[in-house]
């Protein structure tokens, strides 16, 4: 199983600039999710999904959307990025129903925004 | 008062030793407790995890859970160079029907172990 693949691992990106962050899982999980992670700040919730079609918002979505037309993927996209966006952002699932709520993560996507 | 408290170290330690990290949070009806392990440059992976009070063994690794303190712990028996890594706690609410899947996180303790 390859788990949670985010591609890609590192972007650099002009400010202005759109871009899409991308997230696939080989597990059938119901529940995807991104985070961002700055030092100091921890693990942010930005958007998470609990089945295709259906997506809500975290404690940091301004400036991201997400939409959830499959099972496997969860895209991330970056409307006009801005320095403040410049963090290491994780995607993350789990099974629904089941009494481990332990998550998978991805590897993390870099993204420096200049 | 934010939800959960970490102390982010770092913390050094001696190859052997027995590590102890905390976490305490403030919202009661968390129920599920977390521990990720987050080596530098990768994703953060589960290591364990609890359901309500107790304590739980694995390996070198045990989970203590005090939800009368509000409070959480993991130890680490016999600590190795490969044990360094920023330690995560996280937990969650019961999902009673409703749609709160939201893990909340520590911000990490950063751990080394000296050979």
């Known amino acids: 199983n390859a788990g949670v693949t985010q591609t890609p691992k590192f972007q650099v990106l002009k400010t202005g600039q759109s871009m899409t962050l991308q997230c696939a899982q080989d597990?059938?999980?119901?529940?995807m999710s991104w985070y961002r992670q700055d030092p100091g700040m921890g693990l942010r919730l930005i958007h998470y999904?609990?089945?295709?079609?259906?997506?809500d918002q975290g404690e940091v979505p301004n400036g991201y959307n997400v939409s959830r037309s499959t099972t496997e993927d969860f895209p991330l996209r970056l409307l006009s990025a801005a320095p403040s966006q410049t963090s290491v952002y994780f995607c993350a699932s789990r099974t629904l129903g089941t009494t481990n709520y332990g998550y998978t993560f991805g590897s993390g996507t870099r993204l420096t925004v200049v | 008062q934010k939800e959960v408290e970490q102390d982010p170290g770092p913390l050094s330690v001696p190859e052997g030793a027995i590590v102890s990290l905390n976490c305490t949070y403030s919202n009661s009806a968390f129920q599920y407790f977390m521990w990720y392990r987050q080596y530098s440059r990768k994703g953060p992976e589960l290591l364990m995890y609890?359901?309500?009070?107790g304590n739980k063994e694995d390996g070198r690794f045990t989970a203590q859970v005090d939800k009368s303190s509000k409070y959480i712990s993991l130890f680490i028996r016999d600590s190795q160079p490969s044990d360094s890594a920023t330690y995560l706690c996280a937990m969650t609410n019961y999902p009673s029907g409703g749609s709160n899947y939201k893990l909340t996180f520590g911000k990490g303790t950063l751990l080394t172990v000296n050979p």
């Open positions: 609890t359901y309500s009070s």
């Open positions: 999904s609990v089945g295709a079609g259906i997506t």
């Open positions: 597990m059938n999980h119901e529940y």
